[in-house]
Structure formats: structure tokens, C-alpha cells
């Protein structure tokens, strides 16, 4: 068994980390995190914080079964409203002993319960609703001490709030009195109510009121028993009394199998303990039956953030890529190739090094000569403009391809009303806004990437063969090609063409390219086209991410995470429980 400081930070770490229950998807599951908050918060940690000499007990049942006779029976006043129509009890209604409202059991009841005292000879407002938890207390001398009785709402009535406001305090008590009838005492309803309320050994008593004959009494409540899974502590039968229904006499009750009285079993003080021991042991299981229902809906509830965040960034991925292929920088290549060259033969370098400084200079002579020939050539504006158009094209594809998944979400309306919104007309309609990416398309980094790459491919291809020797001469040779010359045999070859758009360039750049991809090998283009497009592409596809995404990602984000770490902690707690 756990020892009881380290219970108590096991249950305190459980409930600081279940979420609120309209959060998980499911309603199932969400009335089990409504109900193990309120069994965390109002039964358990106050029970463990200080064993107070109090047993509390609750009566419970379905619509107009009497439960409100036999409350005012029990406390000897008329406390609570009984009327024959039924359904009049909507609040909490609690009775105990004056000494019960002082010192230790104040303290105890006000760390349970919202308490409200009702002033001697008022009447508590139990009629009209209220919130849950909320526990109006009457003080009667009739009440036994050390006892303290709670009449609930019906658990069937047609108002929800009546069901939540029951179950809210039903998870605190030590005992439940369930009061049936011959008409209720199979309704499919009732049973599960009283099997949750129950079924893990909490101890509770049948009542069976408006009893006509014992044994249709004792059958009726055997199936009720094996229905629920396991007997009540003791049964009841309480005769039909018109006298009751009139209320001229309070309800009078006796036990079906022997033993102690109702007032004497709940009002004297050596059975108390017992059964708080026995409540406290089946609200531990209770407790930790359900922090593994709620762990295994927390890590469920994780999947649809984590799902499509995942497919928002594969998308965005694919988005970036496609645009970085409209814009390869080949010049890298070329840089990147003529360095890795230089580095292996000292001859070449120094015989190709004041060719290299005339190129450079006629850069400029031969950039004109093309022009005289072709007009104006593509400046890097074309290049942004069709790498824009493509990430245009294919947010829209995008959008059009996750607006089914977002109509499909089964999260919690917060989110959903996000993800409409990014992925509705208002996305669509600043798609015809400028981007402002013209600076990523020549990142330093994503180039700097793409040079080391190519140096290294180089130099795998190289390999000191005969092919370098090839490449040396070559090179050395049309560094000391006339610029005039030069300037034809780019306008005749085209430049690279349709594989890559060099941006800056020299009279190297473009004859040469096709020369190196040649020697180099046929896969050249595409192990560097493809190197660029995951740099570059991952580099458009962030600023996509942070320019129409970045609201509805990171709260995506937030909300798998926290499901994780959710699942992390309630499953942990759990396991405790179990040592």
C-alpha cells in the first residue's frame, strides 16, 4: 500500500492534470472526468488530508420513490419538501447535529462542499437550482452526532443538472441509502446508476418502500443485487403507509434480514469506522478505474492534433518543394566544383588564375553581347515570380485538399473554430497579397548547405580518376576562351535550360555546367536539385507555416502535447494506485 503522503501527491498530481471534461471528444468520457474531478477534489484528498469523525450518508434514488420521507424521517424534522407530485428537490439538502457546524467537521465539511447553513426554522431554497457541489446544511438536535444525511435529487429527472448535481455528492459519502420500489426496481436506468455509484465496494443499503409482500420484496431486491454486482451492507422494507403519503406519520422502516435498525446501523459510532474504511478503499478503485478510462481517452484525444499537424507540415513540405525547384541556384555547383578542382592541383589553379580575373571583369561585356543577341535576358524577377505562383498554387491545392479533415474534426470547438479559419476564404483571399519571401530565395544558409554538399558529391565523383584530368584541361581552357566567344556559346547552348536558373553567374557558369554534368555523371543534376529542394523547400515551407499557420499550428501543438503529457501523468497515477 502507497503511503499516504505520497497518495496524496500522486492524487494531487491526477487532478491538476485532467483537463476540463469538454474537452475530450467523447460524452462518456467526459462525465467520467467530471466525476473523478469531484471524487479527487471533494472525497478523496479532503479524506486523506484528516480522518474527521463523520460518516456521511446519502440517499439517492429515482423520481417520487420517497426519498425525501424517508430524509425527514431520519433527521425528525420536516427539512426537506415532500409532496406526493415528487421532483421537488433540485439542491443538496444535508441535516446534522449543531456540534457537527464547529472546529474539525466545519473545517472538514467546508473542504468538501460549498456549504450553505440554513438559519433554524427557514427552509433551505432546495427547490430551485443551483450549482454543483453545493451543499445546503440544516442542524437538527434529533441528528445523532458524528452523523450527517444528505437528501439528493432525483438522479432521473428530465433535468441533467439534477443527475450532476447528485453525482457530484455521491462520489463523497461513506454510505448511499438507494430507495426503490416494486415499479422502479428493474429500470435498466437505475441500475447502471446505482452499479457506478457502487459497483467497486462502496457500501450502500437498500430500501424498498411501499412494500405490499416480503418475498416479491426479497426477489425484487436479490436481482437488483446481482444486477449491481455485489449485496448492499442491508435491506429495508418499508410498508405502504397512507398515513405517509399524507404525511401525517413519518416514514418507518425494518430490516429484511435481521440486524440493526436504519437509525441505529448509520447513527452509532462502532459501525462508522468500518465503513469508512470500506468507502475510502472502493473510492481509491473507483479513482483509479477511471484515470485509466480517462488515460487511454487523453491518449485518443492526442491523435487528431498530432494527425493533422503532422499532415499540415507534409503538405507544407511538398508546397515548398515544388516552388524551390523553380529557382535551382547552379552557379553553387559551379562555384563549388571549379573550388573543389582548384584544391586538387596547384598547376591548374595558378595557370587559370588570371583568366579567372579577366573573366570576371568581362562579366559584364558579355552579359550586353547576350542581350544584343537575345534582348533582355530573365532577371531573378521571373524566377520569384514563378517560385511564388507555385507556392500560390499549391497553398491552394492545400487548402482544398485538409478542408474535408477539418469539416471531420471530433475535437473540442475551440480548435475547431481555428482550423476554419485557416483553412476557409480568408487564407484564400490574402493568397492574392504579396508573399514579401524575395530574400529567402537567395538564402545564404540553404546556399552555404547546398556549396559543402557539392563539394563533397564532387569529390566522390572525381575520385583522382582520368575524368579529372579531363575536367582540369577543360576548365583551364574556357577560362581562356574571348569573352566575345564566350557569349555566343551561352547564347547557342541555352544555359542549363529546364533542370536549374542560374542567378548569378559568370562566363564560366553556363557552358561549363554542361560540360560537368556530362563528365560528372548522369545523377549529378538530380542528387543536387534534390539536396536544394529539401533546403530550400524547408526553408518556404516555415515561412508558409509562420505567414498562415502559425496561430492554428502552435495550438495544435499545445494540444498534443498537453493530451501527452496528460496521458503521461494520469497513467503514472493510476500504477500508483495499483502498489
Not at 444486477?227 to 418507518?252: I, M, N
Amino acid at each position: 500500500m502507497i503511503a499516504l503522503p505520497a497518495l496524496r501527491a500522486v492524487l494531487e498530481s491526477a487532478l491538476a492534470a485532467l483537463p476540463s471534461p469538454e474537452r475530450f471528444p467523447r460524452g462518456e468520457d467526459a462525465e467520467a472526468a467530471r466525476r473523478l474531478t469531484e471524487r479527487l477534489r471533494r472525497d478523496l484528498l479532503p479524506r486523506l488530508g484528516g480522518d474527521a469523525p463523520l460518516l456521511l450518508v446519502a440517499i439517492a434514488g429515482p423520481n417520487n420513490v420517497g426519498k425525501s420521507t424517508l430524509f425527514n424521517s431520519l433527521v425528525g424534522a420536516a427539512l426537506s419538501p415532500a409532496r406526493p407530485e415528487g421532483g421537488l428537490t433540485k439542491q443538496c439538502l444535508a441535516a446534522a447535529h449543531p456540534e457537527t457546524w464547529t472546529g474539525e467537521l466545519k473545517e472538514f465539511l467546508t473542504r468538501r462542499y460549498d456549504v450553505v447553513p440554513v438559519a433554524p426554522g427557514a427552509d433551505a431554497p432546495v427547490d430551485q437550482p443551483g450549482p454543483a457541489g453545493r451543499l445546503y446544511l440544516a442542524l437538527a438536535e434529533a441528528v445523532p452526532r458524528g452523523l450527517l444525511v444528505m437528501d439528493t435529487p432525483d438522479f432521473d429527472s428530465v433535468y441533467r443538472d439534477n443527475r450532476e448535481r447528485t453525482e457530484a455528492l455521491l462520489v463523497t459519502v461513506d454510505v448511499l441509502v438507494f430507495v426503490v420500489s416494486r415499479q422502479t426496481y428493474q429500470n435498466a436506468a437505475l441500475v447502471d446508476f446505482l452499479r457506478a455509484a457502487v459497483g467497486r465496494g462502496r457500501p450502500y443499503l437498500i430500501i424498498y418502500n411501499e412494500a405490499t409482500r416480503e418475498e416479491v420484496a426479497r426477489g425484487h431486491l436479490d436481482k437488483l443485487a446481482s444486477d449491481v454486482g455485489h449485496p448492499p451492507l442491508a435491506r429495508y422494507l418499508a410498508p405502504h403507509q397512507p398515513e405517509v403519503e399524507a404525511g401525517q406519520r413519518p416514514l418507518a422502516t425494518q430490516p429484511l434480514d435481521g440486524g440493526p435498525s436504519l437509525g441505529a446501523l448509520l447513527g452509532e459510532t462502532e459501525h462508522a469506522r468500518k465503513l469508512k474504511a470500506q468507502a475510502l478503499a472502493a473510492s481509491l478503485a473507483d479513482a483509479r478505474a477511471e484515470l485509466e478510462t480517462l488515460s487511454r481517452a487523453a491518449r485518443e484525444a492526442a491523435h487528431e492534433p498530432e494527425r493533422l499537424r503532422q499532415r499540415l507540415r507534409h503538405e507544407l513540405a511538398a508546397v515548398g518543394k515544388s516552388a524551390a525547384l523553380k529557382g535551382v541556384p547552379a552557379d553553387v555547383l559551379v562555384d563549388a566544383f571549379r573550388d573543389e578542382l582548384d584544391a586538387r592541383s596547384s598547376f591548374h589553379r595558378y595557370v587559370r588564375l588570371p583568366f579567372r580575373a579577366v573573366a570576371t571583369a568581362l562579366t559584364f561585356v558579355s552579359r550586353k553581347v547576350r542581350e544584343s543577341f537575345t534582348g533582355p535576358q530573365p532577371t531573378a524577377a521571373p524566377v520569384l515570380h514563378a517560385t511564388d505562383e507555385t507556392l500560390r498554387d499549391g497553398m491552394r491545392r492545400l487548402v482544398d485538399v485538409l478542408a474535408p479533415e477539418v469539416a471531420a474534426w471530433h475535437g473540442d470547438a475551440s480548435t475547431r473554430a481555428k482550423l476554419s479559419e485557416s483553412f476557409g476564404p480568408g487564407t484564400l483571399a490574402r493568397l492574392e497579397e504579396p508573399l514579401g519571401f524575395e530574400a529567402l530565395h537567395a538564402h545564404a544558409a540553404d546556399r552555404e548547405s547546398l556549396y559543402t554538399f557539392c563539394r563533397s558529391l564532387v569529390g566522390a565523383e572525381l575520385q583522382g580518376s582520368m575524368r579529372e584530368e579531363l575536367l582540369q584541361a577543360l576548365t583551364t581552357l574556357v577560362y581562356s576562351v574571348p569573352s566575345g566567344a564566350a557569349a555566343v556559346v551561352t547564347v547557342a547552348t541555352g544555359g542549363v535550360g529546364h533542370d536549374a536558373v542560374i542567378w548569378a553567374g559568370t562566363l564560366l557558369s553556363t557552358p561549363l555546367l554542361e560540360r560537368f554534368v556530362d563528365l560528372l555523371g548522369a545523377d549529378i543534376r538530380a542528387h543536387v536539385t534534390q539536396k536544394w529542394a529539401d533546403a530550400h523547400g524547408a526553408t518556404l515551407a516555415r515561412a508558409l507555416e509562420k505567414r498562415f499557420f502559425q496561430e492554428v499550428l502552435t495550438h495544435l501543438d499545445t494540444e498534443a502535447t498537453g493530451w501527452v503529457r496528460t496521458t503521461q501523468v494520469l497513467e503514472e497515477s493510476a500504477r500508483r494506485l495499483a502498489e
